[in-house]
């Protein structure tokens, strides 16, 4: 499983997207939370909600498809150390912009408080993104 390439981060740590089911699978056994329940629920939703030209062929619905769900999902992340260990579990709104209906959440191991260890890893996140991520706005369990 080769997992999209997002940012560094300081002490080795990297973030990356989670981009199928089966990555949100396997982040979900490693890091012991439920991430992968959420990408599948706003998965569904930006499928139900995907509406493609008629005039188009059926592969190319397809390739419309994938496009759609990378802008209309919330963005999954997660943050890696060097050994590949899993630090961190992020899910920020599509591209990042703040959509209403979409909270940023980030957890560590077993919903853990990510920032007490990973607070340099979390900025370097917000950085790339251009926004705010705040322990009281994306930490669900303060």
Not at 8 to 37: C, N, Q, Y
Not at 55 to 70: M, Q, T, V
Request: charged content about 25%; overall charge neutral; glycine content about 6%.
């Amino acid at each position: 499983m080769v997992m999209k390439y997002v940012c560094d981060a300081p002490d080795g740590a990297t973030w990356f997207r989670i981009e199928t089911e089966g990555e949100a699978e396997a982040e979900s056994a490693l890091m012991r939370h439920a991430v992968d329940k959420y990408f599948k629920r706003f998965q569904q939703i930006a499928k139900d909600a995907y509406r493609p030209s008629t005039s188009l062929a059926s592969f190319e619905r397809e390739i419309g498809l994938k496009d759609h769900l990378a802008r209309a999902m919330p963005i999954f992340l997660t943050l890696r150390a060097d050994d590949g260990a899993g630090l961190a579990t992020a899910m920020v709104p599509p591209e990042a912009r703040g959509e209403a209906n979409v909270r940023c959440i980030i957890v560590g191991p077993g919903n853990s408080d990510p920032y007490t260890k990973n607070a340099p890893a979390i900025s370097a996140l917000a950085r790339h993104f251009g926004v705010e991520l705040r322990r009281e706005a994306c930490y669900p369990y303060a």
